[in-house]
């Protein structure tokens, strides 16, 4: 199924994923805003390919072969994230705009999939 789809649907459909727990937990910094105590959530994805970038704020790749191409991007697999307290009490403008922003990115992610989807169905009927 990798030479069919190849490593594209893997990443868009982990981004997916991620996006929908994202919008998950905004929404539930939403419903909460008025709950005594209650501190916002967030995700830290974000934090995690920081410190992965280091200093240089690039991200280490090693070329293990000599046929392999020079390239600055990184291939994503299951994108890993971990919900924590941001100690920060609920902005419900910026979580309306969070959410906003998730909502957009989200489509524009599906956008990517059908497209991906689109050509290959396109290969398939040029092959009968």
């Known amino acids: 199924m990798e030479a069919l789809f190849g490593k594209t649907v893997n990443m868009l ?3 997916l994923g991620f996006r929908s727990d ?3 937990l905004i929404t ?3 419903a909460n805003v008025d709950t005594p105590g ?3 959530k967030e995700l ?3 934090r995690e ?3 992965a ?3 240089e704020g690039r991200l280490a790749l090693r070329k293990t072969d000599k046929r392999h191409f020079p390239t600055d991007s990184v291939s994503f697999g299951k994108v890993d994230s971990t919900v924590v307290n941001s100690g920060k009490k609920v902005n419900i403008d910026t ?3 969070s959410l906003a922003e998730n909502h957009l990115r989200y489509n524009l992610t599906v956008e990517f999939l059908t497209r991906k989807f689109r050509s290959i169905k396109s290969v398939l009927r040029e092959v009968r």
């Open 44 to 46: 830290t994805f974000q």
């Open 28 to 30: 539930s910094n939403i």
């Open 53 to 55: 970038r280091g200093d």
């Open 22 to 24: 994202r919008h998950k």
């Open 95 to 97: 979580e309306m705009a």
């Open 38 to 40: 209650y501190k916002s």
């Open 49 to 51: 390919l920081d410190s």
């Open 13 to 15: 459909s982990a981004m």
